[in-house]
C-alpha cells in the first residue's frame, strides 16, 4: 500500500499551536507592511548600522553571498541525494525538506512581486560588490523586499543540520545569525524581512515530526 500518515503521527497540539501561532504573527506582519510599509524600527535600526567601518560591509558582502540559493541548493542537492541513497528511512522528511525549500521560496518571491513595499531606500545601502551575482545576476521582478529568503532557507539548513550532522550545528548557528545580520547591515533587508522570515521557518519546523513517522503499511 501507499505510503501514509496516520492520525497518530500528525503533530500534537502543541507544536501545532505554535505553528499556527508563529504563521498568524507572520501574516500580521505582513498585513502591517501592506498598510504601513515598513515597521516603525525599520529604519532606525538600519541607521544605526549605517556608519560601520568599510571592513565590515566588505565582510557581510562576502559572507552573505554564501546565502545565495546558487550556493546553498547544488550543497543540499548533493547532501541530500547521498542520505537519500544511505538512510532510506528518512526519505520522508528530506521530501518534506525539499518540499520546504521549494514552496517557501515560491511563496516569498509571490509576496515580492505582490506586496506595496519597497526595499530599504539608497541610504541604507553599503554592498561593496552590489549587482556582483554568480549564476542568477537577475532577481524575479520584485517590489518588496519582504520577506528574506536568505533568512528563510539559512534557517531551514540550520534545522537540516542539526538533524543530520549534529556536530555542525553551532557552526551552523553562527553563520545563521551573521547571515540574518549581514543582509540588514548591508542594506539587502529590513529587519522586518528577516522577521517575518523566522515566522515562517518557525512556522514549518513542528510539521517534521509527521513526516517522520510515515509508515509503509
Do not use: Q
Not at 190 to 217: M, N, Q
Amino acid at each position: 500500500m501507499k505510503d501514509r500518515i496516520s492520525r497518530a503521527d500528525v503533530p500534537a497540539k502543541g507544536p501545532l499551536l505554535v505553528s499556527g501561532a508563529f504563521f498568524l504573527f507572520f501574516l500580521g506582519v505582513v498585513l502591517l507592511l501592506a498598510l504601513h510599509r515598513t515597521v516603525l524600527p525599520d529604519r532606525a535600526i538600519s541607521e544605526r548600522l549605517s556608519d560601520l567601518p568599510s571592513s565590515v560591509y566588505l565582510f557581510f558582502s562576502i559572507l552573505c553571498r554564501t546565502g545565495n540559493v546558487e550556493i546553498e541548493l547544488p550543497l543540499l542537492l548533493i547532501s541530500g541525494g547521498i542520505l537519500w541513497l544511505t538512510k532510506r528511512e528518512e526519505r520522508p522528511v528530506l521530501l518534506f525538506f525539499l518540499s520546504a525549500l521549494v514552496l517557501g521560496t515560491l511563496f516569498e518571491h509571490l509576496l515580492k512581486m505582490n506586496l506595496p513595499r519597497y526595499f530599504p531606500t539608497r541610504e541604507f545601502r553599503h554592498d561593496p560588490f552590489s549587482g556582483w551575482g554568480i549564476f542568477f545576476p537577475t532577481h524575479f521582478r520584485v517590489i518588496s523586499s519582504f520577506p528574506s529568503g536568505h533568512a528563510f532557507r539559512a534557517l531551514l539548513i540550520l534545522f537540516f543540520i542539526d538533524r543530520y550532522y549534529p556536530r555542525l550545528r553551532h557552526a551552523a548557528f553562527a553563520w545563521v545569525l551573521l547571515i540574518m545580520t549581514g543582509i540588514v547591515v548591508l542594506g539587502w533587508h529590513w529587519s522586518s524581512d528577516v522577521l517575518g522570515s523566522i515566522c515562517l521557518a518557525f512556522a514549518v519546523r513542528p510539521w517534521i515530526p509527521a513526516f517522520e513517522k510515515i509508515k509503509k503499511s
